[in-house]
């Protein structure tokens, strides 16, 4: 018997080191990075080992609950793709054709639109033996027509594993300005619920055994989240920390 997944997850509670400083193309807004985890050996491992959030169905990765839409705006993008999808790449083509979205509660938020569940996952997720593929098909549509999945999938989807909240700030001398904070979706992120899936990625060995940097392989992303000139600037203080060793590392990670 195969031991408990869960068992190889670090604690939630370590020490973190973090970087604050100003947007270079926006001297409002300022970027407070967690560079334990942005300098950690996380790599998504779908398909590679992945566990799954729900017990036996680690096929699902983290896809079993469907995504909660952020706004209006990622809905219609999203929309755009689905019509582009086809029976030939995408399992429920015909399901999703009478609907791919219902309305669900989550956390404190009642009435919020998701991606519609069927059987158990998301409705746009294809199961194994499936002849046009298993996974997301939004995610295969992107790559077939030579897009990155961030501009197919809904916004929790390419944001995940990496959590960004803002907030305006009113400093004593009444400037404001507003931080982006970059760090870790760890089970504490899913709420309540995060106490009761079955493994979560962030914090297990498991998935800390990519060969470069968090920050460098989801650079697109972190573009999309805090912009081009302030990414170029977390590379450049990511690197130089890196260097210079690292006081708090990622207690899953390995030396990288």
Not at 85 to 96: A, D, I, N
Not at 153 to 175: A, F, G, N, S
Not at 229 to 237: D, G, I, Q
């Amino acid at each position: 018997m195969s031991p408990d997944p869960r068992s190889r997850e670090i604690g939630l509670d370590f020490a973190r080191e973090w970087i604050e400083f100003v947007d270079p193309a926006d001297s409002e807004h300022v970027v407070r990075a967690d560079l334990t985890w942005l300098n950690s050996s996380w790599t998504c491992i779908y398909g590679r080992g992945c566990h799954g959030i729900i017990q036996d169905r680690p096929n699902d990765g983290c896809c079993s609950h469907g995504a909660f839409f952020t706004d209006d705006d990622d809905v219609k993008r999203v929309k755009k793709f689905v019509k582009q999808l086809t029976p030939e790449h995408w399992q429920y083509f015909q399901k999703g054709q009478k609907s791919w979205t219902e309305r669900d509660n989550v956390g404190d938020e009642e009435n919020r639109l998701r991606t519609r569940t069927v059987d158990g996952a998301c409705i746009f997720h294809n199961r194994p033996g499936f002849a046009g593929g298993d996974g997301c098909a939004l995610h295969a549509l992107a790559l077939r027509v030579g897009k990155h999945p961030l501009e197919t999938k809904p916004d929790v989807c390419w944001q995940l594993p990496i959590r960004r909240e803002q907030e305006w700030v009113d400093r004593p001398d009444h400037t404001r300005v507003l931080v982006s904070t970059i760090t870790e979706f760890d089970r504490r992120g899913w709420g309540d619920g995060g106490h009761d899936l079955h493994w979560w990625c962030t914090g297990s060995t498991d998935a800390h055994v990519g060969r470069e940097p968090l920050y460098e392989g989801y650079g697109p992303e972190l573009i999309a989240l805090i912009g081009e000139a302030a990414y170029a600037e977390l590379v450049r203080l990511a690197r130089a920390r890196l260097a210079a060793g690292m006081v708090a590392p990622h207690p899953a990670s390995p030396t990288i």
